[in-house]
């Protein structure tokens, strides 16, 4: 069975900060990973995924996360952050037997970005 | 960008009334979802639909819950019989496939049991 933790329900940077997001996984299988964010009153919307290959991905708005198999993480970065980033952000693996079906997304609690002028 | 739209964004019922949550995928989309979030806890998989069936269900997706596609464009999750414990947002979500594919969220309905 698969899971996701994240580590901090909050954080919060000045603008311009390094922003950095844990994120650590559990998974019995071979993980396809995923970084949603959440702005207020909007759905999840994709900011990048890992499936196979290159282990650094960058996604939308600057952001990047890097796979870590040996540290089973993948943690979210972008190095200097911007106001328009304060949002929930919520890390998932796929959960499915299928291998790799990425319906049954398995969510972290999420993290609460604060960005500070 | 195309988007997944919910209705009604805040839902009142109470407890043991049926709730029908609407949802209008991406039109080119085949692969429909619907997930849900308790207030102060991890985002939840509910079901997968395609093709007109359930694809995967979770253990929370019991006999009180159904999906339906009733015509080319909605789809809808029935609660038949609402507990206080129900109250959550839902999210409905679709992709062009199931693989490898980018999950497109709705805003999400906001179900309140009284």
């Known amino acids: 069975a698969q899971s996701v933790t994240q580590l901090g329900s909050h954080v919060s940077v000045s603008e311009g900060a390094l922003v950095l997001l844990r994120c650590n996984y559990s998974?019995?299988?071979?993980?396809?990973l995923f970084w949603y964010v959440q702005y207020p009153n909007q759905g999840l919307q994709l900011l990048l995924k890992y499936t196979t290959g290159a282990t650094l991905v960058k996604g939308i708005n600057g952001f990047e996360a890097e796979f870590k198999k040996s540290e089973t993480s993948f943690h979210l970065t972008k190095p200097s952050a911007h106001m328009s980033d304060a949002a929930e952000y919520f890390c998932?693996?796929?959960?499915?037997?299928?291998?790799?079906?990425?319906?049954?997304?398995?969510f972290g609690k999420g993290t609460k970005l604060s960005v500070k002028p | 960008e195309p988007e997944v739209t919910q209705t009604p964004s805040h839902q009142v019922t109470q407890m043991g009334q049926e709730v029908i949550l609407r949802c209008v995928p991406i039109?080119?989309?085949?692969?429909f979802y619907w997930y849900r979030q308790i207030l102060g806890q991890k985002v939840e998989f509910l079901v997968s639909f395609y093709n007109n069936e359930i694809s995967e269900k979770s253990e929370i997706f019991d006999d009180q819950f159904s999906v339906e596609r009733p015509d080319g464009s909605n789809f809808t999750l029935k609660i038949r019989s609402t507990k206080l414990e129900d109250s959550a947002m839902y999210f409905c979500?679709?992709?062009?496939?199931?693989?490898?594919?980018?999950?497109?969220f709705g805003s999400g309905t906001q179900l309140s049991v009284l």
């Open positions: 998974s019995s299988v071979p993980p396809y």
């Open positions: 979500a679709s992709s062009v496939q199931a693989t490898n594919e980018k999950l497109f």
């Open positions: 998932a693996v796929s959960g499915s037997n299928y291998g790799g079906s990425q319906g049954n997304l398995i």
């Open positions: 039109s080119n989309h085949l692969y």
